[in-house]
């Protein structure tokens, strides 16, 4: 079965910074890797996706994101943090073997001005 | 048009009572799920259904049922709530069952907040 770590719960950063987000997963095969986004009192929006391909993957609102199987890593980066981007941090394994898309326990982002 | 929405945003209830919380969506998909989110922000798949077929239904108590009358629509009903079912639940719905097809993405509710007293 897969499953994701995210090692670090809380991570504040100030504004205009960058900023990276660990991600860790475990699969035996190639997995589908996700980046979701919650803003306070809000459901879960997609930053970016890795299916294939190209390991550096960009997404909504500037982040991008490097898949490295290696490592085992799907880490997020943004090179430079708005205020706007406080928020939950959420990455996300599936599998192709099954229908299920399993959450890692989400890192809190703030940002000071 | 809020692409998923769920009712009620909130509710709040006593133990062994009876609730059930809504979910529809108004973007053609075909598969729906229910998520729910504890008080660590943790993140877990209870159900997921595709054309009103359930296909995933994860280690949850049998007080839990959800039922999907149409594609667009899935509902939760909790029987005899207990504390422990204070969380906030999240619908979603997607455009194929398999995370890996199609676009992958789940498009989410903005969630119920269930607090059991």
């Known amino acids: 079965a897969q499953s994701v770590t995210q090692p670090d719960i809380h991570i504040t950063v100030s504004e205009g910074a960058s900023l990276e987000l660990r991600c860790n997963y475990s699969y035996g095969a190639t997995p589908y890797l996700f980046w979701y986004v919650q803003s306070p009192g809000q459901g879960l929006q997609l930053l970016l996706k890795y299916f294939s391909g190209d390991t550096l993957v960009q997404g909504i609102k500037g982040f991008e994101a490097e898949f490295k199987r290696s490592q085992s890593s799907f880490n997020l980066r943004k090179p430079s943090v708005h205020w706007s981007d406080a928020a939950e941090y959420f990455c996300?394994?599936?599998?192709?073997?099954?229908?299920?898309?399993?959450f890692g326990k989400g890192t809190l982002l703030t940002v000071n001005p | 048009d809020t692409a998923v929405s769920q009712t009620p945003k909130y509710l709040v209830t006593q133990m062994g009572n009876d609730k059930s919380i809504k979910c529809e969506q108004n973007?053609?998909?075909?598969?729906m799920y229910w998520y729910k989110q504890d008080s660590k922000k943790f993140l877990k798949i209870m159900f997921s259904?595709?054309?009103?077929?359930?296909?995933i239904n994860e280690t949850v108590p049998n007080r839990f049922s959800p039922k999907s009358p149409d594609k667009a629509h899935l509902n939760l009903h909790i029987n005899s709530l207990e504390l422990g079912d204070s969380a906030v639940y999240f619908c979603?719905?997607?455009?194929?069952?398999?995370?890996?097809?199609?676009?992958?993405?789940?498009?989410f509710g903005e969630g119920s907040r269930l607090t059991v007293l």
């Open positions: 259904y595709n054309n009103k077929e359930l296909i």
């Open positions: 973007l053609g998909h075909d598969t």
């Open positions: 996300a394994v599936a599998a192709s073997s099954n229908y299920k898309l399993t």
């Open positions: 979603a719905s997607s455009q194929d069952p398999a995370p890996g097809r199609g676009t992958g993405e789940l498009f």
